[in-house]
């Protein structure tokens, strides 16, 4: 029993021990430029959409096809919208309505992320054959390739509801990239540095004239042109998304998991409620009871939408509740709460 206990103790951690992840606040919101419509009410429907994709974290048409079959009208779910200018292009901005819309997309057996997002960094060397190779810096964009790579990743991470950084490097950072360090990679520095869930390590270099190669973590099966570098980067991060944040849904017939969730470090009556509102945010969770408390510690039963896993990523990041012990023989999950 000790073995496997260690060895389901050691995949938590690979899911949620060493993990920052960041609350996304627009996570209901959507924007979406004029290019990409043709009149209000497909705005509207376009947005809704792209809303799916961004709490499902799943690009699947069969999402869309869940709620086709419920035959709702998804303009009825925006709270608002506005039409403003973004460097000088009309864009469509949407808020929608969160405690409306949930149950329709939880009855329509959707698999949902909630509000915690992971961050994602970027190690972007770029070799252009002229000068000495360079890391791309969140500072520093100097020519097109860079700035377009950077509008890439922002408007990506809108999309999606995730985080997609690149780093600003100091001198220390700066000295040690020019340097062979065969103790630490490239790679392994910047994931040690800087605040990460994940990193990419991508080179793009130029192999000859408007011939481009990509390598590393995202890479191309052939040479590129200038203008493919982009494209190729995108549509291989989009399918590394589509891994990385989505739910696996459950088995046809198949239940959620059921989990004690026990939780210390509480002071005051203020914890409490603070406590149930940061519960209140996790999708996973379909309903909770109380199951006993004292003046420090409180512990519900909890019915899980999906698997416990699900749950898990959910909490990866999370300013409030830090994970300390999943024992899965009771299964219990420990956390503790941060005032």
């Excluded at 073995?3 to 627009?26: D, M, Q, R, W, Y």
């Excluded at 509008?151 to 509801?161: I, N, P, Q, V, W």
């Excluded at 996973?284 to 199951?291: D, L, N, P, V, W």
């Amino acid at each position: 029993m000790i073995n496997k206990f260690c060895f389901f103790t050691a995949l938590v951690f690979s899911i949620i021990g060493s993990v920052h992840a960041k609350e996304l606040p627009s996570l209901f919101e959507v924007s979406l430029p004029s290019a990409h419509y043709t009149n209000t009410n497909d705005g509207l429907n376009k947005a809704f959409n792209l809303l799916i994709t961004k709490l499902s974290g799943s690009r699947s048409a069969s999402d869309l096809w869940k709620i086709g079959d419920t035959k709702l009208n998804k303009i009825d779910f925006v709270s608002s919208y506005a039409l403003n200018l973004v460097n000088g292009q009309e864009t469509l901005f949407v808020e929608f309505n969160r405690e409306t819309l949930l149950p329709v997309l939880r009855k329509a057996g959707i698999p949902l992320i909630g509000y915690t997002r992971p961050v994602i960094l970027f190690l972007i060397k770029i070799d252009t054959g002229e000068a000495a190779p360079f890391y791309l810096d969140v500072n520093n964009p100097s020519d097109e390739l860079q700035s377009n790579l950077q509008f890439t990743l922002k408007d990506l991470a809108s999309e999606r509801g995730v985080y997609l950084e690149l780093p600003s490097f100091d001198l220390e950072d700066q000295n040690f990239l020019q340097q062979t360090n065969i103790l630490l990679s490239p790679k392994q520095y910047i994931a040690e540095k800087f605040y990460n869930d994940a990193v990419l390590s991508i080179e793009i270099s130029r192999v000859g004239i408007n011939q481009w190669l990509v390598g590393g973590d995202l890479n191309s099966a052939s040479l590129l042109q200038d203008d493919e570098i982009v494209g190729v980067l995108t549509k291989e991060l989009q399918l590394f998304l589509d891994n990385f944040i989505a739910v696996e849904p459950l088995a046809p017939g198949a239940s959620g998991d059921e989990i004690l969730l026990s939780i210390k470090g509480l002071d005051s009556f203020e914890d409490f409620l603070v406590v149930e509102e940061e519960l209140a945010k996790i999708f996973a969770i379909k309903s909770k009871a109380f199951h006993s408390f004292d003046r420090s510690q409180i512990e519900y039963k909890a019915q899980l939408f999906q698997t416990t896993a699900s749950l898990l990523k959910e909490l990866r990041g999370n300013s409030k509740l830090l994970f300390k012990q999943l024992n899965q023989e009771e299964q219990t999950l420990y956390l503790e709460y941060l005032n």
